[in-house]
């Protein structure tokens, strides 16, 4: 007789990535304390024992997806040390797109302020002042979440993009709006732009000014 393979035992750290996971796959506003207790086969009042309430369950997931990030580090150049950490945060919202729009609201979590805190010094260690590195700080920070909440809002199923592709023929015709055609039509096809990271393109960019901001300011 065969037997169900048994689950490993409830813990606090199990009932988070379960809830990650869930929310990867189905969205934030579908995880609810009965939905996680179906999935984990288990009472939602057993979840209790693990989590005070929604609020904390919410709290160790962003922990456990902020915990995938890197801080700058001091053994690269300044440069080098904020890209590497811009694209591990924006990855990580990548992987994640509901904890984007939960770290831009009122949720205060030790590990945003660490690398809050931490981008800053980086910042002002590389020799910025420290009204170039409110803005510096202002405009990374912006991009990385700005970019990372923009593409949360553009996902698309199969099914849905070959839909858009019809509509954008017949609204966008390349008679009326031909630039905005030719830009639509780049959306929809293959080709040497689909291996490029706009967020990284547009990274570099921003880095590319403030590393002239920081030639001027080492004068």
Known sequence: MSRTKPHSPLSRDRVLRNAVAFADEHGIDALSMRRLGQELGVEAMSLYNHVKNKDDLLDGMLDLVLAETEPPSHEL????????????VHAALTRHPWAVHLLLGARVRPERLAYMDSLLRELREAGFSADTTYHAYHVLDGHIFGFSLWEASHRYTPEQ???????????????????????GQRHFAEGQHREVSAFEYSLDLILDGLRKVHAREAR
């Open 161 to 183: 993009i070959a839909a858009m592709s019809r509509l954008f023929e017949d609204v966008i015709k390349e008679s009326d709006y031909p630039d905005l055609h030719e830009h």
């Open 77 to 88: 150049t300044w440069d080098e040390s904020v890209r590497a950490s811009a694209v591990s």
